[in-house]
């Protein structure tokens, strides 16, 4: 019966660094999602030009972006962009401090400009995004290996004390 409670102590501490270690990959990957969408962004705008509500909704209805919730907020309530998408940037708890102001000045550059101007401005916060990605890309290959290392070797201490 001890042995079968060390296993599983074991294995949820493990589990637990694990889970620590994912969470900071799946902040990369989000990141990522969201240079993907700016580029999509610049390419409609760059080949369509539609009106910013349009744009909204086209972005929003692909499949590829519906993890973005502030997107999905967004276009719909695109009648009173671009505080609504303020709003939404405001509101989601998955973009961080950093990201969430690159997401504010994108939201306030549609429309709001020249064709050339928007490009500009959203290739600057795709440079800014990719910086950001980079970082947490680092941080989770150096810290996620730390992670599951602390969750087994704290899990075998947890085990060693108490048998």
């Given at each position: 019966?001890?042995?079968i409670?060390?296993?599983?102590?074991?294995?949820?501490?493990?589990?637990c660094?694990?889970?620590?270690?994912?969470?900071?990959s799946?902040?990369?990957?989000?990141?990522?999602?969201l240079?993907?969408?700016?580029t999509?962004?610049?390419?409609?705008?760059?080949y369509?030009?539609?009106?910013v509500s349009d744009?909204?909704?086209?972005?929003?209805?692909?499949?590829?972006?519906?993890?973005?919730?502030?997107?999905?907020?967004a276009?719909?309530h695109?009648a009173?962009?671009?505080?609504?998408?303020?709003?939404?940037?405001?509101?989601?708890?998955q973009?961080?401090?950093?990201?969430?102001a690159?997401?504010?000045?994108?939201?306030?550059?549609?429309?709001?400009?020249?064709?050339?101007g928007?490009?500009?401005?959203?290739?600057?916060?795709?440079?800014?995004?990719?910086?950001?990605q980079?970082?947490?890309?680092?941080?989770?290959?150096?810290k996620g290996?730390?992670?599951?290392?602390?969750?087994?070797?704290?899990?075998?201490?947890?085990?060693i004390?108490?048998?």
């Amino acid at each position: 019966m001890k042995l079968i409670g060390a296993m599983l102590l074991l294995g949820s501490a493990l589990f637990c660094g694990c889970t620590a270690a994912n969470l900071l990959s799946r902040k990369a990957a989000y990141l990522r999602l969201l240079r993907q969408f700016l580029t999509a962004l610049m390419n409609e705008l760059r080949y369509t030009l539609p009106p910013v509500s349009d744009l909204l909704r086209t972005l929003a209805g692909q499949a590829a972006y519906r993890e973005l919730t502030f997107l999905q907020t967004a276009a719909a309530h695109s009648a009173t962009f671009p505080e609504s998408w303020l709003d939404a940037v405001r509101q989601d708890r998955q973009l961080s401090a950093d990201t969430a102001a690159v997401m504010e000045t994108v939201g306030q550059t549609l429309g709001a400009t020249d064709l050339d101007g928007q490009l500009c401005t959203l290739q600057l916060c795709a440079g800014r995004l990719a910086d950001l990605q980079a970082d947490a890309e680092q941080t989770a290959k150096e810290k996620g290996a730390l992670y599951r290392s602390l969750g087994l070797f704290g899990g075998l201490f947890c085990v060693i004390l108490l048998l």
